[in-house]
């Protein structure tokens, strides 16, 4: 009795192991620093794009100031898709409202017209809202890969006071020492093979 | 140029900053905790009760009857939406004006709205008399004819308005949790507590791309919410403005639901915020006496410009020498819910100028007291607002009084222990106050600020 129980419990880790390393996000192997100063960080960031590293990345607790400047992120395009979420949501309305009043429950109130467009448009405003703010933030999640299941965790404290970088295998090309040697400059407390 | 006032006191540190916040979502909370949370609980099956009999037996049980056909319900549910007004004015509008001071009111205050909206969203419901046929408030296809809302009804409106801002108010709190949320998964001592967090976090990294994006998305719904804030009261204005009933029918109607909401929910926000600071001593270091020196004076400008409202609608009435418009305001303030009227006045008016004192302002004990004060008086405005507008129907043969029964006190007082119980439980298990965004303003109006 006891034994298949065991077994059971056995087989349904076995398949909860096989779900997780499918859904699991993927990482990549290579070298991350850490600092207590966010500012140094910025400063080193700026040090390997100026040398023509790239493909890192910079790890903090709160968006740091600067960094997209020093790392040559490019200005996020959010915006314009929220434009468009939002026109197609005040579109939406525009139809839904229209469709409703006029083609398909057309009722006589009042002897207003039956396509009465200044009524509509609280309706049409909060779809507008609604669309473009909804939408965003999905397309924030979907583009910075969330939800990911485990994802790694280069340091517990990464999320509370430590800062990092980290550089896959394949961007640092050889050039370890020069690499090592900003890290230096520029007073990282650690730095270590790691997996991100 | 004048110095900075310093946000956060006693030369906190990163890590400090994640201790204190963390803290409260670690330990197990005391003896005062539970019995808070009994109470409210208590509070709120006091509600369930109540509108379970509601429910089953109609809403006779009630003060609603001919001609006072609007009453504790609605004016309960426009009483918390405009609760939550100051939660999104603190989160979305300060964020536009560049406000650093709110970095570290402007979780709790969010969460409040959410709240508020969840506790407001149950009146109407309530109120149509049969809430379990809730969903034909919205359109879907459905077999009943296909049968559609009347888009024309500023009621339909006012149900897009506030489904609306209930979705982009929680979007907006869990947006801004998730990086916290981060934290807390990786600081978990034990697995069941990492995978909760894991799993609410969404796997947040906080690279750099990350939050590139993050923050554009934060600054998008902030400048959406905006505008979402200032029309979902001026919509809940429309249910009684584009009514024709002398007291409702009125132009400025938008404008003053808007200043009374943010006025009303700054007052909360202060409530809660003087309670919090008692209960927990860590939040004397984030949320200090500036924080609420500041918060008391929007409480004072918002009041001058009810008061002013106030004042308009009366001239108004004189103005357009119409005597139907004349007796509803005459028989406001001195018909037979004079008193109703008076209490609006003193709460909203009268007393908050006592924050023209800087003593005052920033005496924790009074600005409580007036606080509750205002909490009281614009539930009264809203009242006033509903009921003395209907009392007096066209025909004096229909004229009836408001019949304000027990059940309309267990709708009104069990729905702050829905409230509160629900605040007690966010304090408990989210982070409470922003540390992703305290942590940037940490060195503001320091000396060694550079």
């Known amino acids: ?107 006589n109130i009042g002897g207003k017209p039956m396509w009465s467009f200044a009524a509509f448009i609280p309706i049409i405003f909060e ?24 994802p790694p965790i280069l340091d517990k404290d990464i999320t509370s006071h430590k800062f990092a970088i980290f550089i896959p295998e394949e961007e640092i090309k050889g050039r370890g020492a020069e690499l090592e040697q900003i890290f230096n400059k520029f007073g990282a407390i650690e730095v270590k093979q790691s997996e991100f | 140029m004048a110095k900075r006032p310093i946000l956060v006191l006693d030369n906190k540190d990163y890590k400090q900053v994640t201790e204190d916040v963390c803290s409260l979502v670690e330990t197990v909370p005391g003896k005062n905790f539970f019995a808070l949370l009994l109470a409210s609980k208590s509070l709120l099956l006091y509600f369930i009760i109540t509108m379970g009999l509601i429910a089953v037996y109609g809403m006779g049980l009630m003060g609603v009857n001919s001609p006072v056909g609007w009453g504790t319900d609605i004016v309960t549910f426009v009483f918390w939406i405009g609760i939550g007004h100051a939660g999104t004015l603190i989160s979305a509008i300060l964020f536009l004006f560049r406000q650093k001071w709110r970095t570290s009111i402007a979780r709790t205050a969010e969460a409040m709205t959410v709240f508020a909206v969840m506790t407001a969203g149950i009146f109407p419901l309530l109120h149509t008399g049969r809430p379990w046929l809730a969903h034909w408030l919205l359109p879907y296809p459905n077999q009943r004819g296909p049968l559609w809302v009347n888009f024309r009804s500023p009621l339909i409106w006012d149900v897009f308005a506030v489904s609306t801002y209930a979705l982009v108010s929680m979007t907006f709190w869990y947006v801004g949790l998730v990086p916290d949320l981060a934290t807390v998964r990786d600081r978990a001592k034990n697995k069941v507590r990492k995978f ?132 509803a305001f005459i028989n406001r303030a001195f018909g037979p819910y004079w008193w109703s009227y008076w209490i609006m006045v003193s709460c909203n008016v009268i007393i908050p100028q006592l924050f023209w004192f800087k ?83 940490l060195k503001v109006g320091r000396d060694d600020e550079h």
């Open chain 1, 1 to 107: 009795m006891m034994n298949t129980k065991n077994t059971i419990i056995q087989k349904i880790k076995t398949i909860f192991c096989k779900i997780e390393n499918y859904i699991k996000s993927p990482t990549k192997k290579g070298t991350a620093a850490f600092w207590l100063d966010d500012h140094q960080l910025i400063k080193a960031a700026k040090e390997m794009t100026d040398s023509g590293f790239s493909g890192f990345e910079a790890v903090s607790p709160f968006p740091l100031h600067g960094i997209d400047e020093a790392m040559n992120i490019p200005r996020s395009f959010i915006p314009w898709a929220t434009f468009f979420l939002g026109l197609t949501g005040c579109a939406f309305g525009i139809w839904f409202t229209w469709w409703v009043a006029v083609v398909d429950w057309p009722l």
């Open chain 1, 127 to 150: 779809l507008t809202i609604l669309f473009a703010a909804l939408g965003s933030v999905a397309l924030m999640f979907f583009i910075n890969g969330l939800p990911s299941v485990n």
């Open chain 2, 196 to 327: 909760i967090y894991g799993v609410l976090s969404m796997g947040w990294r906080g690279t750099a791309r990350h939050w590139n994006h993050y923050e554009m998305v934060y600054m998008i719904l902030a400048g959406l919410s905006t505008p979402l804030v200032l029309s979902v009261h001026s919509i809940v204005s429309f249910d009684f403005a584009v009514s024709q009933l002398p007291g409702w029918h009125t132009t400025i109607f938008p404008p003053y639901f808007v200043a009374g909401a943010v006025f009303s929910g700054f007052a909360m926000v202060v409530t809660l915020m003087s309670i919090l600071r008692t209960v927990i001593p860590h939040f004397k270091h984030y949320v200090t006496v500036n924080h609420l020196e500041l918060m008391n004076k929007i409480i004072m400008t918002t009041s001058l410009l009810v008061g002013y409202s106030y004042a308009a609608e009366f001239f108004i009435a004189w103005y357009s020498g119409h005597g139907v418009e004349q007796y």
């Open chain 2, 359 to 441: 003593k005052i302002r920033r005496n924790l004990i009074v600005m409580f007291i007036i606080s509750i004060f205002v909490n009281i008086g614009m539930w009264f405005e809203r009242f006033v607002i509903t009921v003395t507008s209907l009392h007096r129907d066209f025909l004096p043969s229909s004229w009836g009084m408001f019949n304000f029964s027990a059940y309309d006190l267990g709708a009104i007082f069990g729905s702050f222990g829905l409230f509160f119980m629900l605040f007690l439980i966010y304090l408990r298990v989210f982070p409470s106050i922003s540390m992703s965004e305290v942590k940037p303003v």
